[in-house]
């Protein structure tokens, strides 16, 4: 089960110090749809489960509460296990949890999503080059490149985590 990231204000409630900011969803609905379709395009033909992570890990990554709880639920009723989505903030000391072709992956979003540290590392693409055929690495970035600019909309605009449920957004 994927979703899309329909992002909607939390109760006032939730969060007096930081409350939401701004919905994109609702002020720029075109963007939003475009959005939509984009991320449906960018993990077409993907592994669903290696997606969450890959979502997961961004939004680690970004501080995105949104994301993080949004992907977490999706990847958990995707069948994944609470143990591997607690492990992905340390998944280089828990390597053994993950096959080699998602730990390409999630060196990937890492170098991808955390560019102050300059161009992706030839070695951390040479190795998802690897894994993954040419035309699903071209995929696994994109997939990279939207949860990103979610997240950045997340991150923004204070979207509080807490509220979604599986299956309440789907594409």
Known sequence: MTSTH?????PADLSPE?????SVSQLLPDVYKAMVRLDIAARKGLDPVLVELVKI???????CAFC?????????????????IVQLSAWR???HFYTPK????????EAVTVLTDGFVPDEVYADAAGHFEEAELAQLIAAITVINAWNR????GRLAPGHYTPGDFTS
Do not use: Y
């Open 68 to 84: 993080l709880d949004m992907h977490s639920k999706d990847a958990l009723a995707a069948g994944e296990s609470v143990e591997r």
């Open 93 to 95: 000391e828990s390597q």
């Open 153 to 156: 909309f997340g991150v923004t």
């Open 57 to 63: 890990r961004a939004s680690q990554l970004n501080q």
């Open 6 to 10: 329909e992002h909607h204000h939390a």
């Open 18 to 22: 930081h409350p939401p900011r701004i």
């Open 102 to 109: 998602e730990l390409a992956a999630l060196a990937l979003t």
